[in-house]
């Protein structure tokens, strides 16, 4: 009977002790499966951020070539609206020589044929006038005719040196045959057209001389360079 209590106790502090060696195996296990659930969780997360970096350079290396993409194609039409100012500025300096080239060959084709304007030269170009009137084809006469037929219109024949009676008789008799009736005809001298003349019947001309030529020689240069 005396070691009774002593069993007891004995038996109590080996219950104590296995049931706190229970307990601590228990907290162990809940503890390695938190560590576990914590690596599992600490694993996805290093594989989420392992892929969300993957993106991310991926993004950017896609994001780096449409820039350069960009920045190529920026170039090029930089280069191609350079070159096309370029091949405009080239083309108008050009034309501006051409333009400045012709008014100086204007200049001297004047001159010199101001210089070689004689008389002589305008009976010539009236000679060379009434024959191409006389060829003239009907069908080219046919606003002079009706042109001719208003009463109030007379007929001017400018020339740049005075015509002699001869040379007047000469033009109101052509007038008068090709345009199928007498025309009143009013005689001017025009020393700006050099040598030659130019006959106005209403809105109509038909001229032979140095001025009006050289004028029609500019208006076609101007139009092909145009």
């Given amino acids: 009977f005396l070691y009774k209590p002593v069993l007891e106790t004995l038996n109590q502090r080996r219950a104590g002790i296995e049931k706190t060696l229970s307990e601590a195996r228990e907290a162990e296990v809940r503890?390695?499966?938190l560590q576990a659930q914590y690596e599992g969780r600490l694993a996805d997360w290093c594989k989420e951020k392992a892929k969300a970096r993957s993106e991310l350079e991926t993004e950017l290396a896609l994001e780096r070539s449409r820039q350069m993409q960009?920045?190529?194609?920026?170039?090029?039409e930089e280069r191609a609206r350079n070159a096309a100012v370029d091949a405009h500025r080239q083309q108008e300096m050009q034309r501006e020589m051409e333009t400045a080239a012709l008014a100086q060959a204007q200049?001297?084709?004047?001159?010199?044929?101001?210089?070689?304007?004689?008389?002589?030269?305008?009976?010539?170009l009236l000679d060379l006038l009434l024959e191409d009137w006389a060829k003239l084809p009907d069908q080219q006469l046919f606003g002079l005719r009706a042109a001719a037929e208003?009463?109030?219109?007379?007929?001017?024949?400018?020339?740049?040196?005075?015509?002699?009676?001869?040379q007047r008789g000469?033009?109101?008799?052509?007038?008068?045959?090709?345009?199928?009736?007498?025309?009143?005809?009013?005689?001017?001298?025009a020393p700006e057209l050099l040598a030659g003349l130019r006959i106005s019947l209403g809105a109509w001309q038909v001229h032979l001389n140095f001025t009006d030529e050289l004028a029609s020689f500019e208006a076609g240069a101007n139009h092909v360079d145009g």
């Fill in 170 to 189: 000469r033009v109101i008799e052509a007038l008068g045959q090709r345009l199928g009736r007498p025309v009143a005809v009013a005689f001017e001298e």
């Fill in 70 to 76: 960009s920045l190529v194609q920026g170039l090029a």
């Fill in 107 to 124: 200049q001297f084709a004047t001159t010199l044929l101001g210089r070689l304007a004689t008389p002589a030269l305008e009976s010539r």
């Fill in 31 to 33: 503890a390695q499966g």
């Fill in 150 to 166: 208003d009463p109030t219109l007379s007929a001017k024949v400018s020339s740049a040196f005075a015509l002699d009676e001869a």
